[in-house]
């Protein structure tokens, strides 16, 4: 199955793990569980949000499409049974109730990085990268200016997504912003 088929079910990682935490989804088909938890011990990397944070801005920022491509190859290489079976994880309840910010910072950016490299087109505002049309952009950098707090890591400047959630400045982003 071609990454753009799996996308659909990627894209809906988040409504399962609310629905996860709410105990509304029940478990289905087994995973590896040994992959399955090297999988989320991996996720909650806050570091490594940072990092692909940086790469894809970089990427974004040059116009370098081929280097987006192969990161989001490599993602797909190492978290893509991951990110695209969530709906058929066991245990889904007890994954999502025992995942942080860190890991929802790393989900986000690893979409992001898929969702750009499969042709949808980023903005750049004011020197941060977003997506119109979605709010994976600010997902991501709210929960990873929550995973920063929480990992008491470094907080550079934010590179992809609207800060509107933290600072509650939310003209930079016409998904957030509230119709006058």
Not at 37 to 44: H, I, P, Q, Y
Not at 144 to 152: F, G, Q, S, Y
């Amino acid at each position: 199955m071609s990454r753009l088929q799996k996308l659909p079910r990627v894209r809906s990682f988040f409504f399962h793990v609310v629905l996860a935490s709410f105990g509304l989804v029940s478990p289905a088909k087994a995973m590896d569980e040994a992959r399955l938890r090297a999988a989320v011990a991996s996720l909650g990397d806050g570091a490594e949000a940072q990092r692909l944070e940086a790469k894809v801005a970089d990427f974004v920022k040059s116009g370098d499409q081929a280097g987006l491509t192969q990161l989001a190859e490599q993602i797909e290489l190492k978290d893509g049974d991951f990110l695209a079976g969530l709906d058929t994880l066991p245990n889904l309840q007890k994954i999502g109730l025992s995942m942080g910010p860190c890991h929802h910072a790393n989900i986000a950016i690893r979409l992001i990085a898929m969702l750009i490299s499969d042709g949808t087109q980023p903005v750049i505002r004011g020197g941060v990268i977003m997506i119109d049309g979605t709010e994976i952009d600010s997902t991501f950098a709210e929960t990873m200016h929550r995973c920063e707090l929480i990992a008491r890591l470094p907080k550079p400047a934010r590179q992809i997504g609207s800060s509107c959630a933290m600072t509650g400045d939310c003209g930079g982003d016409p998904d957030l912003t509230t119709p006058q």
